[in-house]
């Protein structure tokens, strides 16, 4: 008797099914894309106008501790022209860009002159570089103050007035400080 192997005929994928697969795959995966882009970009949004809302929060909190906002006393009375005006211009944006880093050291308690307790008020996992609390998008938080007390802020090269004293802004994903949507901005009255 002679042994004979048994043959079997193996199934594979053809080289055309694996390319029908991959196309397929790749077709789903370009459909849930914008999909899940935009979520990451709403997520960001929602973690900026948060993290906005808790400086605001924190500004809030020092001026009910302290009795004044957390900049130096020679600035607080300030006329409108020299740091509370418009946020479009380039001389405020460069005023407050400074001044934004100043406060969040001071509500971060590293300003023992204007937070003497050396409160912490902010306390966040944000990446902070060289003094900037950044956005999502690694932009600098701007916070801009009503120094001369008359309960007003300008904003935007298009002036809008708040009727606050204290506005923090998330540039948004735009990178540019114009009014847009896109910008997260959070407000906050403080009781005098």
Do not use: C
Not at 59 to 86: C, H, R, V
Not at 93 to 112: C, H, N, P, R, T
Not at 162 to 186: E, F, W
């Amino acid at each position: 008797m002679k042994f004979r192997p048994t043959t079997t005929k193996r199934s594979a994928f053809t080289l055309i099914e694996m390319l029908v697969v991959i196309a397929i795959i790749a077709l789903l995966a370009g459909l849930l894309f914008p999909a899940i882009s935009k979520g990451v970009l709403k997520a960001k949004r929602n973690k900026a106008g948060i993290e906005a809302r808790n400086i605001a929060n924190s500004i809030a909190m020092f001026y009910k501790d302290y009795g004044w906002l957390p900049i130096p006393a020679s600035e607080q009375g300030l006329t409108p022209g020299t740091g509370s005006g418009n946020f479009g211009d380039e001389q405020t944006q460069a005023f407050s860009a400074a001044k934004s880093k100043e406060i969040i050291k001071v509500l971060m308690g590293e300003d023992s002159t204007l937070n003497p307790r050396n409160t912490v008020y902010i306390d966040s996992d944000t990446p902070i570089v060289d003094g900037t609390f950044l956005d999502p998008w690694d932009n600098q938080y701007w916070i801009k103050l009503d120094v001369d007390h008359d309960g007003k802020i300008e904003f935007y090269s298009t002036p809008k007035q708040y009727n606050q004293t204290a506005i923090v802004v998330s540039l948004g994903p735009d990178g540019q400080l114009n009014g847009s949507d896109d910008d997260n901005v959070a407000n906050v009255r403080l009781a005098n």
